[in-house]
Antibody, heavy 126, light 111 residues
Framework: EVHLEESGGTLVKAGRSLRLSCVTS????????MTWIRQAPGKGLEWLGL??????????LYAASVKSRFSISRDDSRGIAYLQMNTLNTEDTATYYC?????????????????WGRGTLVTVSS | QSVVTQPPSVSGTPGQRVTISCSGS????????VYWFRQFPGAAPELLIH???QRPSGVPDRFSGSRTGTTASLAISGLRSEDEADYYC????????????FGGGTKLTVL
């Protein structure tokens, strides 16, 4: 069974940094792009970025809103994707999800997010 | 503000057919595959439709996706109380460097 589990969410003060992890199992991690999405309390989904698989260059792609502060990386040997978040502010308070992107594996445009993890809550205090 | 627009809410009675629209432009919905996700309160989103109109295994055929021009639609027939949830469309936006954008989400209420 394919499984994704996020961790690392916590209460953090504004201006600090935080790294989230997405531990995966049940599939060939190196064959897929991995994506991070967040959802502020009571709000909609916001796509943050992805990291391509090695066959596609292993490069990241970020939403403009977080490009200067967030970075995504991966450890194919351990099946883990990371989201490094710097200079956090209160607007970054959200539940953060990771998801496997299946579309890039066949050369399509990203967005085929399946499955998703259960999410991890990040709360940024002022 | 999302570049892809969904109605904030739709409603229907059990057994009815409802549709949720997702309106975009030639650089996103008009060109790329559209995806639909469902989210129950307190739970993670889950894939409902991929590549405009394809259902993953396990998703009943009451759910169907389509696209006309720059508008995609999710139709739910034979509405059930358990369909009450938030629904999101997502698509790749070529004008923004190929990033993915979500619609603002639609709350479906079963009356």
């Amino acid at each position: 069974e394919v499984h994704l589990e996020e961790s690392g969410g916590t209460l953090v003060k504004a201006g600090r940094s935080l790294r989230l992890s997405c531990v995966t199992s049940g599939f060939s991690f190196g064959d897929y792009a991995m994506t991070w999405i967040r959802q502020a309390p009571g709000k909609g989904l916001e796509w943050l970025g992805l990291i391509r698989n090695r066959a596609s260059g292993g490069t990241p792609l970020y939403a403009a809103s977080v490009k200067s502060r967030f970075s995504i990386s991966r450890d194919d040997s351990r099946g883990i994707a990371y989201l490094q978040m710097n200079t956090l502010n209160t607007e970054d308070t959200a539940t953060y999800y990771c998801a496997r992107d299946r579309s890039l594996s066949y050369g399509g445009s990203p967005g085929w997010l399946d499955p998703w993890g259960r999410g991890t809550l990040v709360t940024v205090s002022s | 503000q999302s570049v892809v627009t969904q109605p904030p809410s739709v409603s229907g009675t059990p057994g009815q057919r409802v549709t949720i629209s997702c309106s975009g432009s030639n650089t996103d919905i008009g060109t790329n595959s559209v995806y639909w996700f469902r989210q129950f309160p307190g739970a993670a989103p889950e894939l409902l439709i991929h590549q405009i109109d394809q259902r993953p295994s396990g998703v009943p055929d009451r759910f169907s996706g389509s696209r006309t021009g720059t508008t995609a639609s999710l139709a739910i027939s034979g509405l059930r109380s358990e369909d009450e949830a938030d629904y999101y469309c997502a698509v790749c936006d070529d004008s923004r460097g190929g990033v993915v954008v979500f619609g603002g989400g639609t709350k479906l209420t079963v009356l």
